[in-house]
């Protein structure tokens, strides 16, 4: 894959995310009946992505955006079934996990800055830490990520439910 594919394949992914951004976040305060339709639902879209990802052969772009907003359906399901799971209890882990320190999982530059995770190489940084509310901003378009995301981008092959409980035990 070329250099212009892949900077296609960047830009086509913070269309994707800025478009389904609202679609991923999961609600708190459901009912179980409520969390087990959106599971549901969620399930059955995963599917049908899997599905279409068979007929993208020869499009690396479409395969490629295809694979991560699967990989963002699966996640946003296992935040239901943690939270479904233990209700208030994991409710109450996650904002702990949430309040964990962002700088001390990325470290900034004196200017505050650093390079965003879900983009390419950049000259200049473009993710920064809003102190106040410990949220990482992306100034290229990728959106607003917690320390749960960050982690989880950090090491691909961990979980959301084991972020949570790493991030709440440091």
Same mark, same amino acid.
């Given at each position: 894959?070329?250099?212009?594919? =892949? %900077? ?15 679609? /991923? ?6 009912? =179980? ?11 059955? !879209?995963? +599917? ?5 990802? !068979? ?21 946003? %399901? ?6 479904? +799971? ?26 505050? /800055? ?22 990482? !901003? ?21 979980? /959301? ?10």
């Amino acid at each position: 894959m070329d250099t212009y594919e =892949k %900077n296609l394949i960047g830009n086509k992914r913070k269309e994707v995310l800025s478009y389904w951004d609202n679609r /991923f976040k999961v609600p708190y305060d459901l009912k =179980k009946k409520e969390y087990n339709e959106l599971i549901k639902e969620t399930s059955s !879209h995963i +599917k049908k992505l899997q599905d279409s990802l !068979h007929y993208t052969k020869g499009n690396e772009l479409w395969k490629q955006v295809l694979s991560d907003e699967i990989e963002d359906y699966i996640t946003k %399901n296992k935040k239901m079934k943690f939270l479904f +799971k233990g209700s208030k209890k994991n409710i109450l882990d996650i904002q702990k996990a949430k309040e964990y320190p962002i700088n001390e999982l990325l470290e900034f530059n004196n200017r505050g /800055f650093v390079d965003c995770l879900w983009h390419g190489p950049e000259r200049t940084p473009s993710l920064s830490w809003d102190k106040k509310r410990n949220k990482a !901003h992306c100034f290229a378009g990728c959106g607003d990520f917690d320390s749960i995301d960050i982690l989880l981008k950090i090491n691909p092959n961990e979980d /959301f439910i084991s972020a949570v409980k790493k991030l709440c035990q440091t």
